[in-house]
């Protein structure tokens, strides 16, 4: 039997709203697999890039999710400490233009997010 290799996530009592339908709570349950294989996947393209880091747009693009799943993607890892955000010199946080040319936020991974990818790798194997 493969295995994916995965990030866990939060706790199932967050994934869906509250005052949801009970049928929401099940969808959100089945797609908990397929958003640690995402959230593995984000964590190794920004381990690949630790010095420049990425947007969520770039990953997003790279990995092959849509912008919506980068970002929530990124967001989670981001509250779990495995991404991080930097400043420049002038104390501005780093952001680079989007495809739309906006600017977004540039995330790193952290010493946290890269123990989660060994983790991962240790438990997959």
């Known amino acids: 039997m493969k295995f994916h290799k995965t990030i866990p996530g939060p706790p ?9 339908p009970e049928t ?6 089945a797609t ?3 958003r640690g294989t995402q959230r593995y996947e984000f ?3 920004y381990s690949s890039h ?14 092959g999710y849509i912008k919506a799943e980068g970002r ?11 991404l ?16 739309t040319g ?10 946290a997010g890269l123990d989660a990818l060994r983790e991962a790798d240790k438990a997959a194997a």
């Open 32 to 34: 908990i697999p397929a």
């Open 102 to 111: 906006k600017l977004a936020e540039v995330l790193f991974i952290t010493p």
């Open 50 to 63: 630790q010095t420049q880091g990425r947007t969520g747009e770039e990953a997003s693009n790279i990995c």
């Open 72 to 82: 929530k993607r990124c967001s989670e890892l981001k509250a779990m400490g495995y």
């Open 43 to 45: 964590l190794k393209e």
């Open 84 to 99: 991080q955000e930097r400043w420049t010199e002038d104390c501005e946080l780093m952001k680079r233009p989007g495809e």
């Open 12 to 20: 199932l009592r967050h994934i869906n709203h509250t005052n949801d």
């Open 24 to 29: 929401s709570y099940l969808a959100a349950i």
